[in-house]
């Protein structure tokens, strides 16, 4: 990677809060709304944190192994989902980044990073650009809820210049 890239095409991660990640999705944590008392008065539920939004297909509940990515973080390839959200839910007490774009005419805009801090998931919405699984720390198990079925759900775009994600 030259340096002109690395000082031209740089992003720096902001805090994940709902209020940054709105129009990309939901940030799911304890706390968000007021829990409902279950199980005898000793567990807290707190109830549809999340849209799982779907066409055609169903919902499925699947597990990612993803490798484990340190900072600075190349971005490289952005992809969405057409027919379906993509809610994610660290195994483990974990950070992970969370890389997200507008569309500008059927491409990704300018990404922009967030730093999911234990214990945040966060919920994508159907048809928004997203980089890739990026934990940072834990064991990079996540727990996925999204659509399983028949079509094309799934859409890759390759960067012609990469861009470098730093704290």
């Known amino acids: 990677m030259s340096e002109k890239l ?12 709902n209020e940054a990640f709105s129009a990309f999705g939901e940030l799911l944590e304890v706390g968000s709304k007021s829990p ?3 199980n005898e008065g000793r ?5 549809d944190l ?4 779907f066409i055609g297909g169903r919902a499925g509940v699947s597990l990612f192994q993803a490798e484990l990515r340190r900072l600075p973080h190349i971005l490289t390839m952005l992809e969405r989902h057409p027919l379906g959200s993509q809610c994610f839910i660290p195994m483990d007490q974990s950070e992970y980044l969370v890389i997200v ?8 805009s ?11 998931s966060i919920n994508i919405k159907r048809n928004v650009w997203h980089g890739v699984l990026t934990p940072i720390s834990g064991s990079g198990l996540f727990a996925v809820v999204d659509r399983i079925g028949e079509g094309n759900n799934l859409e890759e775009h390759w960067l012609k210049e990469a861009y470098l994600i730093t704290e």
Do not use: K
């Not at 999340?50 to 939004?53: D, F, L, N, P, T």
């Open 50 to 53: 999340a849209g799982i939004e």
């Open 101 to 108: 774009a507008e569309d500008e005419g059927g491409r990704p």
């Open 36 to 38: 409902i008392m279950i």
């Open 6 to 17: 690395v000082e031209t095409r740089q992003i720096r991660i902001e805090e994940l809060t």
């Open 110 to 120: 300018t990404p922009r990073a967030f730093m999911a801090r234990a214990p945040q």
């Open 43 to 47: 567990c807290e539920r707190f109830s």
